[in-house]
C-alpha cells in the first residue's frame, strides 16, 4: 500500500466514524439538490441575530481553491472555525474532499458532510459547546 492508499484509507475510516457518530443524533432526509441547501447554510449565516463570517465555494463556476477544500468555512463568535462540505442524497464526498476533512480533524478543527440542515444545526451545536 502505498502513502497515499493510506491517506485515503485513514480519510474514509476518520469519515466513517464521524457520519457514525452525527448518525446517532437526531436527524432529517438528505436533500435532493445540494443547491439548495447551500443556500439555507448561507440563509442561516446571514441572519440578522447571527451575522457570522464565511467563506462559500461557488457551484456554478470551476473552484480556484485547492482540490478537496469544503464547500463553507464558517467563523463562529466562539472562536471556532467550521469546515462544511454539503451534499445531496445521492451524492458521495471524493477522494479529495475526504482527505481534506481528515486532514483538518486531524488538526482539531470541525470539519464535515452535511447533508440537509438538520446536520448542519447539529454540528454548530456541538461546535458551540
Known amino acids: 500500500m502505498t502513502s497515499a492508499e493510506y ?33 439555507e ?3 442561516y449565516c446571514d441572519a440578522p441575530e447571527r451575522r457570522w463570517y464565511y467563506v462559500h465555494s461557488r457551484m456554478d463556476k470551476r473552484s480556484t481553491t485547492r482540490l478537496g477544500t469544503p464547500d463553507f468555512v464558517i467563523a463562529l463568535p466562539t ?7 454539503a451534499k445531496a442524497r445521492r451524492e458521495k464526498p471524493s477522494e479529495e474532499q475526504l482527505c481534506t476533512l481528515a486532514v483538518l480533524r486531524k488538526l482539531g ?3 464535515v458532510v452535511v447533508y440537509n440542515m438538520a ?10 459547546e
Do not use: S, Y
Not at 457514525?20 to 439538490?33: D, F, K, Q, S
Not at 446536520?119 to 458551540?128: H, N, Q
Open 109 to 111: 478543527h470541525e470539519a
Open 119 to 128: 446536520d448542519f444545526l447539529k454540528v454548530v451545536d456541538v461546535a458551540k
Open 7 to 39: 491517506r485515503m484509507l485513514e480519510a474514509r475510516v476518520a469519515a466513517n466514524a464521524l457520519d457514525r457518530t452525527l448518525a446517532a443524533l437526531p436527524g432529517g432526509e438528505p436533500v435532493e439538490l445540494e443547491k439548495g441547501l447551500h443556500f
Open 41 to 43: 447554510i448561507m440563509k
Open 79 to 85: 472562536g471556532r472555525t467550521l469546515w462544511i462540505e
